[in-house]
């Protein structure tokens, strides 16, 4: 807790001319000197080559698809960040972008279809996302965050209804009804970008370009959060009525921070119509939405470099979660990252896992003795990691049904170990590492559509309620 | 005129089930000012937990109890099931939460209902689970009123609707706790003084709306058939729709709004096409935050400055 | 300067504010003295515009402004603080400076990503305003602490920020709300030293809301007692104070017959 009312801050000045105490404080003083442009160039640098060093075309997708939340995510602060706005109708604007791109650079309308170049349309497309996202901002003026919240949200829903029902409509005059948004099934076929004459057909040339446009957004945005703009929306978020007050207008700011997220969202949206040469409306629906706000929250909100940090972040371990190998290692990695952060000291941590590890061969043993059914299962881990786990882990070979019990186990247990005392926690630790380890590979890895929903949910929910600014935010101090 | 007549019933069937989850979150809205995005799958959890009840009777088709019992059984299963839930959701994901922003709240519940929901597609499966009333109260045991037949089904959703709702205003109107709510609704430091227990009042409140979210789950299911781990978000979203449409904060605004939705909903289905249901109804949530934000019967919220 | 005439505001059935005429000439401090619930605080929201109200008129400057959003009357030159400090407790002291110079600025978001020369200027300009509504204070607000968050400064501190916030709105007018509320003797007179110089110095015109009449003494030109939402006594401030009707408020019927 940041301390307040006391000149602390003050007192603790001299510390911090002193720059940090440590071997690492030379290193640490020399780093806050760098300004943020150039931490800019040398992260972008460092992107640029990422291409280079791989050929994998899977790899430069992951590249492609974590660029294009990382943009969703600097939208999505601009509003919720800055401004303190709730829109959970966000991907609304995102479909926006994409269908609206991909109907003027189609075949989908009229004859041959409608074809304008890119840097014509994004633009336009840009506007036209603003101008909707003034719209849907405007029975917000006398709203309270919450009742934002709602709206923005029926109107991601109500969104996604219309595309898929607008496959047929009967224009006046016209004798059969035409598709506009093609329905369930989207608009295929829709053109590459073209910069400067050449078109963007690999995923390294979309790799390039989202680099581009999103390095552009990050100098923008930070250039616009020092500015009137920036000031006016971080005063709006603080205290809406005294900003009022202070000549800032409250209804006109928020308006602009939502047509500033549209805009960047449609952007977002129209490159990755030209990515996947197609759109469709599943990609548009609510656990998209969840995506970017993990992704926001978890690099921390009202950070520029949050936003992109976040967005990497979550789209590298969804990728990793797809693999049931690389998803064990993701899995007993963060497990037992958790515990050395938060066993301390180390005589602690050394006994709780020495005292994990022998809960597990000892019930791996007396399971094997009272039948070997019960532990013919193998983990999902290859390797002599994957040996070492079989010889821990009681694993039947079908163990869904144990495997959900352990999950719910698993939530019930974490649930009411935050309510025991401190020293009684790591007696439940033992145990709950155990069943942890199992729930994951009875049943856990086994479903990775499912369990990366299940983190995404819990992850919104653990930074919320232990870390709200995320990684890279700042603390807040609030006064209601 | 019967169709009208059929689509008014229909209105007051989906309008009472709407009522009910609104009065949830309205009730927690006082109480907390906090949307609880969850409420809508605390509703699909107690749907679930009736469609187990029954089948622990042994399935629709061949009860092992007589009718009235299993459907006891079911609400109270449900009641507790969900309320449960609720108050485990409030405790550790709300509370410590309840001096930070007004926003942060809300994205843990947007945290919680999709875990919710992945939680029991994960445990039960994406299959859709089938109520099957017709099995156990034969379709045809109607309700003559005037030149109409009304199904006993909706004829039970709507009565257990309004009892719910009466036993609700009696409570918040008349009890103790009742007053408790209302007091730390409209000003919690000072219920606090006043030697209100503000943990208890607040758990309490989540237990009852929670619970009546499970009911209605259940009375959905009864009614609609269908159970999926899907369908508390589209019912919370028009849930709150309702509540917020009646005057969030109100009890007799969350039934007013529900009905309205309710009959909305019914006749736009009848009359123009289901699939305008929802935009429809975002029509109306729109145009009711431009004329009238507050809500219908909602009191404005003084600014102290 | 500023002008209510007749002005009436109703809460249901409460009459917060009944009848009330109110007029400040240009460069003059009035008090606005009364017990707790008079509506002292009501005034100030109906002048600057988070209600407006349901009888007579406000004029500022000449020109009505009832019913006009407090951005719009903020605009006009009228600025305040509060009785509860509302600060942009997570902003720096200069940055809660800065974003009240928003109305004067007109740089649109383009201009300034692109850095245009006009963004610029005014940045500048905004800045200058800041460091002068700042270096009023003297050391207090001055240097390191502009980076300081709002949230770590003491309370004295706080209450300065405010004021300097509201003068950087540039305006003609201060609307002060029980500026000394909460501090010790020391600080007390230090404020009401500020308030002196608030008008002598940058020539605004002052209308304040104090409970302490030391303060009041000290600073008024002119006293306006309230009390139900009505004003019960004018004059200077020792009219005032010894005005039958002024200590019956404060001190209830007996006193006023056995005043000191």
Same mark, same amino acid.
């Given at each position: ?480 | ?305 | ?101 928003? &109305?004067?600025?007109?740089? =649109? +978001?383009?201009? @300034? ?6 963004? $610029?200027? %005014?940045?500048?300009? !905004? ?15 001055? &240097?390191?602490?502009?980076? =300081? +968050?709002?949230? @770590? ?6 209450? $300065?920020? %405010?004021?300097?916030? !509201? ?94």
């Amino acid at each position: 807790m940041p301390p307040i009312g006391v000149d602390e801050w003050v007192a603790r000045s001299g510390e911090r001319t002193e720059g940090h105490a440590g071997p690492l404080a030379p290193v640490l003083r020399r780093l806050e000197r760098i300004p943020p442009w150039a931490w800019l160039a040398i992260a972008a640098g460092a992107a640029a080559l990422f291409p280079l060093l791989t050929d994998s075309a899977f790899a430069l997708r992951v590249g492609v698809n974590a660029l294009l939340l990382a943009m969703l995510a600097l939208g999505l602060n601009v509003v919720v960040g800055w401004a303190g706005l709730l829109d959970l109708g966000y991907i609304a604007f995102y479909g926006f972008g994409a269908y609206a791109f991909a109907l003027v650079s189609s075949d989908q309308l009229g004859e041959d279809g409608v074809h304008l170049p890119a840097w014509i349309s994004i633009p336009a497309i840009m506007v036209a996302a603003a101008v909707l996202g003034l719209l849907l901002g405007l029975p917000s003026r006398r709203l309270v965050g919450d009742y934002l919240a709602i709206v923005t949200l029926f109107f991601g829903q109500v969104f996604v209804e219309l595309v898929v029902n607008l496959d047929r409509v009967r224009l006046p005059g016209a004798d059969e009804p035409i598709s506009l948004t093609g329905g369930p099934n989207g608009i295929p076929g829709v053109d590459p970008i073209s910069v400067l004459g050449t078109e963007i057909i690999t995923p390294r040339g979309y790799f390039y370009l989202l680099l581009v446009l999103t390095v552009l957004l990050m100098a923008g945005l930070h250039l616009l959060d020092r500015s009137r703009t920036g000031r006016a929306w971080r005063a709006v978020r603080e205290d809406a009525l005294a900003a009022s007050f202070m000549t800032i207008p409250v209804n006109g700011v928020k308006l602009m921070a939502f047509a500033f997220g549209a805009a960047i969202a449609a952007l977002a949206g129209s490159v990755f119509a030209a990515v996947q040469a197609g759109v469709f409306p599943q990609s548009f629906e609510t656990p998209f939405l969840i995506l970017i706000y993990a992704a926001l929250i978890l690099g921390g909100a009202g950070s520029i470099a949050g936003a992109v940090l976040g967005a990497v972040v979550v789209s590298v371990t969804l990728e990793l979660l797809r693999d049931p190998d690389q998803a064990s290692v993701l899995f007993y990695g963060v497990v037992l990252l958790t515990l050395v952060a938060r066993l301390r000291p180390w005589k602690l941590l050394a006994a709780v896992l020495g005292a994990t590890v022998a809960l597990g061969l000892v019930t791996h043993g007396a399971a094997g003795a009272i039948s070997p059914d019960l532990t013919a299962g193998e983990p999902a881990l290859g390797g002599w990691t994957g040996g070492a786990l079989d010889a821990w882990l009681v694993l039947p070979e079908n163990a869904a049904t144990a495997g959900n019990w352990a999950f719910v186990a698993l939530v019930c247990g974490v649930l009411a170990t935050t309510l025991l005392a401190p020293r009684l926690r790591p007696l439940a630790i033992v145990p709950l590492v155990y069943v942890a380890a199992f729930a994951w590979e009875a049943r856990l890895v086994g479903q990775p559509a499912i369990t990366r929903q299940l983190l995404l949910g819990a992850l919104l929910v653990v930074m919320m309620t232990w870390r709200a600014h995320g990684l890279l935010g700042s603390r807040r101090v609030e006064v209601l | 005129m019967d169709f009208f007549v059929q689509q008014v019933v229909n209105g007051l069937t989906l309008g009472g089930v709407y009522a009910l989850i609104a009065l949830g979150y309205s009730l927690v809205y006082g109480v907390l000012k906090l949307l609880n995005f969850a409420h809508g799958d605390v509703y699909m959890v107690g749907a679930f937990i009736g469609f187990g009840v029954l089948t622990a009777f042994g399935g629709p088709a061949s009860l092992a109890a007589p009718v009235p019992l299993v459907l006891l059984a079911m609400f109270v299963a449900a009641a507790l099931g969900s309320g449960v839930l609720g108050v485990v959701i409030e405790r550790f994901a709300y509370r410590p939460l309840r001096d930070a922003t007004r926003i942060a709240p809300l994205i843990t519940a947007l945290g919680v209902s999709f875990f919710l929901q992945n939680a029991v597609l994960l445990l039960l499966g994406a299959d859709v689970r089938t109520y099957d009333t017709s099995a156990f109260i034969p379709v045809t045991t109607a309700v003559d009123v005037g030149p109409l037949s009304i199904s006993l089904v909706r004829i039970l959703v709507i009565v257990a609707a309004a009892a719910l709702m009466v036993a609700l205003a009696r409570l918040v109107g008349r009890t103790k706790l009742g007053r408790a709510m209302r007091a730390v609704a409209f000003d919690r430091e000072a219920a606090q003084m006043m030697g209100v227990d503000i943990d208890r009042t607040i758990v309490a409140t989540f237990f009852i709306g929670s619970a009546l979210a499970g009911v209605a789950g259940v009375l959905v299911g009864l009614v609609f058939l269908q159970v999926s781990h899907l369908m508390g978000f589209i019912a919370g979203l028009k849930g709150f729709t309702a509540a917020v449409i009646g005057g969030i904060g109100s009890v007799p605004g969350a039934m007013l709004g529900g009905l309205l939705i309710g009959m909305a909903e019914s006749f736009t289905a009848a009359y123009i096409s289901s699939t305008f249901q929802n935009l429809i109804v975002f029509g109306i949530l729109i145009t009711v935050m431009l004329v009238r934000p507050v809500g219908l019967l909602g009191t404005p919220e003084l600014n102290k400055v | 300067m500023l002008e209510l005439s007749g002005v009436g505001l109703s809460f249901g059935g409460v009459r917060a504010v009944h009848d009330l005429d109110l007029a400040v000439e240009e460069g003059e401090i009035v008090s606005l003295i009364g017990p707790n619930g008079a509506g002292k605080t009501t005034v100030f929201n109906l002048i600057t515009g988070v209600y407006g109200p349901q009888a007579g008129d406000i004029r500022f400057a000449g020109r009505s402004i009832a019913g006009l959003p407090p951005h719009r009357i903020a605009g006009r030159g009228l600025a305040r603080t509060f009785q509860a400090i509302r600060l942009f407790l997570n902003m720096s002291v200069k940055e809660n400076v800065l974003a009240a110079t928003y &109305g004067n600025t007109s740089a =649109q +978001p383009w201009q @300034s990503i692109l850095r245009t020369p006009k963004a $610029r200027r %005014e940045e500048r300009d !905004a800045n200058a305003v800041a460091e002068s509504a700042l270096g009023f204070f003297g050391q207090r607000l001055a &240097g390191y602490r502009w980076d =300081q +968050p709002a949230y @770590s400064l003491s309370y004295a501190n706080r209450r $300065r920020l %405010e004021i300097a916030r !509201a003068m950087a709105t540039e305006p003609r007018m201060l609307l002060l709300d029980e500026p000394a509320a909460g501090m010790n003797p020391h600080e007390t007179a230090e404020i009401a030293e500020v308030i002196g110089r608030l008008r002598d110095e940058r020539g605004y015109t002052i209308l304040v809301i104090e409970h302490d009449m030391h303060v009041v003494e000290g600073i008024s030109d002119r006293v306006v007692a309230l009390d139900h939402g009505k004003a019960i006594a004018r004059g200077s401030f020792d009219q005032v104070a010894t005005h039958p009707a002024v200590v019956e408020a404060y001190l209830g019927r007996g006193a006023a017959s056995t005043k000191r």
